[in-house]
């Protein structure tokens, strides 16, 4: 079974400052996907990012990017230029391919709590 | 488009008393799932379906029950509440070429 780990349980970084998150995980699986999820205070699970494995480019969406090391199994968050609306729980998430279906299982990580400070 | 909707948002229960968490989205995916989030632990899959009719346990499933009559609903029922099941419960679906999951908005059970 795979298992994702995030060994950072808090972090914090001041407003327009650059902060980022740490993911491993632990798979055999050559072809993959992987995720960053953010979790605000209002509960919604919203994603920000995804990886495809084959893939080499990393992926970025506006201020966030990820660093995605295959051959490491790391795939860490970097938010830039942070905002207040960031704070959040963060989860790294990994979706295996199942065969080239939708149906493979999303396993999370124990998630990291992102506090930016004005 | 209404996405994954979830009800009830809170729930109290009393201990040994059973309630059905409800599920639907309308998207016309085929999987859809129930996660518990607790703290420290991330989301961990209860149960999964990937189609009507087919559904399968996850990693927690003991002490839930699900099924799945139609591609839209996945109700999520708990047989006899146990204080151990007090947690914020997901429901989620999946679909599209880009695999993403869409979450509903969450359940709060307390267990007493």
């Known amino acids: 079974a795979q298992t994702v780990t995030q060994s950072q349980p808090e972090m914090s970084v001041q407003e327009a400052e650059t902060v980022t998150l740490s993911c491993t995980y632990d798979t055999s699986e050559n072809n993959y996907y992987l995720f960053w999820y953010k979790q605000p205070p209002s509960r919604q699970m919203i994603l920000v990012i995804r990886?495809?494995?084959?893939?080499?480019q990393n992926a970025t969406e506006n201020r966030f990017s990820v660093n995605f090391q295959k051959a490491a199994k790391s795939f860490s968050l970097k938010i830039s230029d942070s905002q207040l609306g960031d704070t959040a729980m963060y989860f790294c998430?990994?979706?295996?391919?199942?065969?080239?279906?939708?149906?493979?299982?999303?396993?999370f990580g124990q998630g990291t709590i992102l506090t930016v400070h004005p | 488009n209404a996405g994954v909707t979830q009800t009830p948002k809170f729930q109290v229960l009393k201990t040994g008393q059973s309630m059905t968490l409800q599920c639907a989205q309308d998207m016309n995916h085929e999987y859809m799932s129930w996660y518990r989030q607790d703290p420290g632990m991330g989301l961990r899959l209860i149960h999964y379906?990937?189609?009507?009719?087919?559904?399968d346990q996850g990693e927690v499933p003991n002490g839930y029950n699900v099924s799945r009559s139609t591609t839209e609903d996945f109700p999520l029922r708990l047989l006899s509440a146990a204080p151990s099941q007090t947690s914020v419960y997901f429901c989620?679906?999946?679909?599209?070429?880009?695999?993403?999951?869409?979450f509903g908005p969450g359940t709060r059970l307390t267990v007493t």
């Open positions: 998430a990994f979706l295996d391919n199942a065969g080239g279906t939708s149906y493979g299982k999303l396993t």
């Open positions: 990886q495809e494995a084959y893939k080499q």
């Open positions: 989620a679906s999946r679909g599209g070429p880009l695999y993403e999951q869409y």
């Open positions: 379906s990937v189609g009507a009719g087919i559904t």
